[in-house]
């Protein structure tokens, strides 16, 4: 095939199909290295941010990982909001948008919200079932602290 042919010849890069997402709701499904780029963000304190040298030389020690593949990720996940991309001099320097818990609490709230009401109150209950001693006494806690909040107060 001609060298004009192949480039004309479209092929999706992540084998899902394309779809437009909005700028002012940052996504929480994430992919694999999208995933590890955010584990080497959130596991700095909360207000530091890494240069993509930083984060390259963290994955690099568990993975065979290209820099300018970790400087796409990082600006993919800038465009998505998920993380903050600030410049420092010629580089970015980029930090988590979002805590692990925030952004594991938006993935099950928008989950929960693909369901009608009663799959939604299904699907909680399925959870709860089969949550451990420590997740239960976790969520018991959390309510405890909401019926205590006055509603006045919000």
């Known amino acids: ?9 479209a ?11 909005q700028a002012s709701r940052p996504s929480s499904r994430l992919g694999d290295l999208e995933r590890a780029v955010m584990e080497v963000l959130w596991s700095r304190p909360e207000q530091e941010s ?6 390259h030389a963290e994955l690099a020690g568990t993975r ?12 993919r996940l800038a465009k998505k909001d998920v ?3 600030e410049r420092d001099g010629r580089a970015y320097r980029y930090r988590a948008a979002a805590s692990r818990g ?4 938006e993935l099950m709230r928008e989950t929960l919200t693909d369901f009608g009401r009663d799959s ?17 006494a976790a969520l ?3 309510l405890a602290e909401l019926s205590r909040v006055d509603p006045a107060d919000s």
Not at 11 to 21: D, N
Not at 50 to 55: G, H, I, L, N, S
Not at 120 to 136: G, P, Y
Request: aromatic share 4%; with cysteine.
């Open 11 to 21: 092929r999706p890069t992540s084998g899902e199909p394309s779809r437009q997402r």
């Open 120 to 136: 939604r109150q299904s699907a909680l209950v399925a959870f709860v079932e089969e949550a451990s001693a420590d997740d239960i």
């Open 102 to 105: 925030s952004m594991t609490a």
């Open 50 to 55: 890494c240069t993509v040298r930083e984060v």
């Open 1 to 9: 095939m001609p060298a004009a042919k192949r480039r004309a010849v």
């Open 140 to 142: 018991k806690q959390a």
């Open 64 to 75: 065979d990982i290209a820099y300018t593949t970790v400087m796409t990720v990082l600006d």
């Open 83 to 85: 993380v903050h991309q």
